[in-house]
């Protein structure tokens, strides 16, 4: 466990990242300390990139230390700017003409050399004197991951400098509130639902920049849907209008200013609307495959269910539970009674949906019919199939306990079932269920009379159709 005191150290080392002030500076620009003439010149890095032998008299350690820092530049009336401040000591050599300075960004693969060189007449006569190099005219980037390099000239080999920076990232207080890139503007959005329309205003932003908005769907990155739009920055009204087909919980709101690495703001506002995920649902006939796909990552348990007539509880169905799919939950050969549901739970609450319930589909039926001491059971459907039969006694409202033997039969066939004093009674039932598909919603007859000649039940009100796509949900949270 993290001990007080190494916490109060993190937090302290958090909020001087954070805050700590970034140095301004009015122009860029190179300088030498011990009254050393220098100047500096734009370098491709090509012709010192391959480095000689280094006379015998030179040491090794002529470059003493290096240091990296970063300033900002305000010029007036314009964006500021971040640059490296690059600080390095050298001990001054008649060998050594200058110095090369180089900065390689590891994110863009791009790199800017500087050429330092000094006066010749100066660089004999000090000769072993230390001399301060200061050069803060290379541009970066927030955030950016910088690799940067000091040689001598000619390029001697073993006798350089290089090390790693980070740029500061737009948490710093003086980079957040300068620099353009971190000014990611304020979004407010008011929704049209009839319309299905999301008008956006933007404001605290550059006025003499564009700025781009878009709708995206945020899964590992935020993908495009549609075109994104522009409020020109010399438009007086910063406001848009962006078009939707669904609201789904990972829709966001994107806005960024039209320069390179902006910041990106980004609102997901409707991430509790979760109730159009669970219309994407598909039935194949041929197959007899029943199939859901997320519209967007959601944390959620499948299931598929059977749907009480008595309360509209869904009783989960065994061995179908699928936890947290990120791609397609499909379930091969399934009942297509209407009263076979698939059943979707967030921290939200549940949903159920019921692909079969409005008439696309012929469902089975299970009838009964009380002859003295036997009950005779026979099955309709306008599809070949097979079922089970069995008496239970219903301890619980869907637990059903077998008090008999298992019967099987085909549609058009019928099975009798003799039944003993002992097993008539309210809780005793007759349960039948589809043995030819891998999931069935088993359908019950209960409160048998046993006695009465001639007296036919039915199971519960039969199904009338079946769907492709779920279009009702009984909200059961």
């Known amino acids: ?210 700025y781009y908005i878009r709708l995206c769907h945020k899964w590992f990155t935020c993908e495009d849907v549609g075109q994104f739009a522009v409020i020109k920055g010399k438009d007086s009204l910063k406001s848009v209008s962006l078009k939707y087909s669904q609201l789904l919980p990972c829709l966001c709101i994107e806005g960024w200013l039209a320069i390179p690495d902006a910041r990106r703001l980004q609102l997901c506002p409707f991430e509790n609307d979760t109730k159009a995920l669970w219309d994407n649902i598909v039935y194949n006939p041929v197959t007899q495959t029943l199939a859901w796909e997320p519209s967007c990552p959601v944390l959620v348990i499948v299931n598929l269910c059977r749907l009480m007539k008595s309360n509209d509880h869904c009783e989960d169905i065994q061995d179908s539970s699928k936890r947290f799919p990120e791609k397609q939950v499909k379930y091969s050969r399934v009942d297509t009674h209407p009263r076979l549901c698939m059943k979707f739970t967030t921290k939200q609450g549940s949903w159920v949906k019921c692909p079969f319930a409005h008439g696309e589909f012929p469902a089975w039926k299970m009838r009964t019919a009380a002859v003295a001491d036997r009950i005779q059971v026979f099955f309709t459907s306008q599809t070949k199939a097979h079922f089970s039969v069995l008496v239970c006694n219903r301890t619980q409202l869907a637990s059903c306990e077998s008090v008999g033997m298992r019967h099987s039969v085909s549609v058009g066939d019928s099975v009798s079932i003799m039944m003993s004093r002992e097993m008539c009674g309210s809780t005793i039932c007759i349960q039948g269920w589809r043995t030819d598909v891998d999931y069935s919603v088993p359908l019950q007859t209960c409160d048998i009379h046993c006695g009465f000649r001639g007296q036919t039940y039915g199971n519960e009100n039969p199904a009338k159709a079946l769907t492709h796509r779920m279009k009702s949900v009984h909200s059961l949270h």
């Not at 005219?137 to 001697?156: D, G, L, M």
Request: with cysteine.
């Open 1 to 210: 466990m993290i001990s007080v005191h190494v916490l109060i150290l993190l937090i302290i080392l958090f909020w001087n990242y954070d805050c700590h002030i970034i140095p301004r500076i009015e122009e860029c620009g190179l300088s030498c300390s011990q009254g050393i003439h220098c100047k500096s010149k734009p370098s491709s890095g090509i012709f010192n990139s391959f480095c000689h032998s280094a006379p015998a008299s030179l040491s090794s350690m002529v470059l003493k230390s290096m240091k990296i820092s970063t300033v900002i530049k305000c010029p007036q009336g314009s964006p500021c700017s971040l640059h490296l401040n690059i600080k390095g000591t050298l001990s001054l050599d008649e060998n050594i003409r200058g110095l090369e300075i180089c900065s390689f960004s590891l994110d863009t693969q791009q790199s800017q050399c500087t050429n330092v060189r000094f006066a010749r007449k100066k660089n004999k006569i000090l000769n072993g004197k230390k001399v301060q190099v200061q050069f803060n005219c290379f541009e970066v980037n927030v955030a950016q991951h910088i690799y940067v390099t000091v040689k001598t000239v000619p390029n001697y080999c073993e006798v350089k400098m290089s090390q790693e920076y980070y740029v500061e990232d737009c948490r710093n207080s003086d980079v957040g509130k300068h620099i353009p890139a971190c000014l990611a503007g304020k979004l407010d959005y008011n929704v049209d639902r009839t319309r299905k329309i999301i008008s956006v205003n933007v404001s605290n932003f550059l006025r003499d920049q564009d």
